[in-house]
Antibody, heavy 119, light 107 residues
Framework: EVQLLESGGALVQPGGSLRLSCAAS????????MNWVRQAPGKGLEWVSG????????DYADSVKGRFTISRDNSKNTLKLQMNSLRAEDTAVYFC????????????WGQGTLVTVSS | DIQMTQSPSPLSASVGDRVTITCRAS??????LNWYQQKPGTAPKLLIY???SLQSGVPSRFSGSGSGTDFTLTIHNLQPEDFATYYC?????????FGPGTKVDIK
């Protein structure tokens, strides 16, 4: 059974940093592109970043480019998101999601971790 | 970036209705279009991938169609558990984008 478990969410001040983790199990982790998707309170889904199975390539939404860094450790089946220069508008539930190669769909999602940026 | 729009929003319907949600991409995306259902406080659930393929375990009352820029999600015989928010997502570009969502609520 595929399991994705996010952690690391917290209350952080504007301008601060936070690192999220997603522990994966139940599938060949290194074979799948992994993504972070966020959802601000009462708002829709926003794709944040994705990283290829090998970790060689990554992409970012314009809203986080230059501030967030996605990475993965295939030896530990772990996905990470380093978030710097946090802003109030980064407040959201952050989900990790496993991407299928068939159509780039997100078949499996974690339960999410809440990041609150506030003074 | 590819922009996604959805209509209508919200959508009021009754149990037993047939419901159609439309999603439009700002440029052609072939059939790289996926649909998700989300209920409050939970992660999204994949319903349809590749514009028209039903995800395993999803009831057959859900169907998807379309290609290029215009897509639809249809729910036949709406059930009480189908009242939720539905999102389309394009996976044509590596810069993935979601539609704004369509909330289906009870009329």
């Amino acid at each position: 059974e595929v399991q994705l478990l996010e952690s690391g969410g917290a209350l952080v001040q504007p301008g601060g940093s936070l690192r999220l983790s997603c522990a994966a199990s139940g599938f060949p982790f290194s074979s799948h592109t992994m993504n972070w998707v966020r959802q601000a309170p009462g708002k829709g889904l926003e794709w944040v970043s994705g990283i290829s199975g090998s970790g060689a390539t990554s992409d970012y939404a314009d809203s986080v480019k230059g501030r967030f860094t996605i990475s993965r450790d295939n030896s530990k089946n772990t996905l990470k998101l380093q978030m710097n220069s946090l802003r109030a508008e980064d407040t959201a539930v952050y989900f990790c999601a496993k991407e299928n190669s068939r159509d780039g769909d997100f078949e499996n999602w974690g339960q999410g971790t809440l990041v609150t940026v506030s003074s | 970036d590819i922009q996604m729009t959805q209509s209508p929003s919200p959508l009021s319907a009754s149990v037993g209705d047939r419901v159609t949600i439309t999603c439009r991409a700002s440029q052609t995306i072939g059939t790289s279009l996926n649909w998700y259902q989300q209920k409050p406080g939970t992660a999204p659930k994949l319903l349809i991938y590749g514009a028209s393929s039903l995800q395993s375990g999803v009831p057959s009352r859900f169907s998807g169609s379309g290609s290029g820029t215009d897509f639809t999600l249809t729910i036949h015989n709406l059930q009480p558990e189908d009242f939720a928010t539905y999102y389309c997502q394009q996976s044509y570009s590596s810069l993935i984008t979601f539609g704004p969502g369509t909330k289906v609520d009870i009329k």
